[in-house]
């Protein structure tokens, strides 16, 4: 059984991690950050 709670909260963590990456990719297209700080490090 999964616990719930856990399951909220993984949910959320996803959400927040893909609104970051929204957010960032949004700011690389018009040029505000440098190319190092876009390196994907999810390897």
Known sequence: MTDPNLET???EEVTGVV????????LDERGLL????????TQ
């Open 9 to 11: 909260a993984l949910r």
């Open 19 to 26: 609104e970051l990456r929204a957010g960032l990719e949004r």
């Open 34 to 41: 440098d190319q190092d700080t876009t390196t994907d490090t």
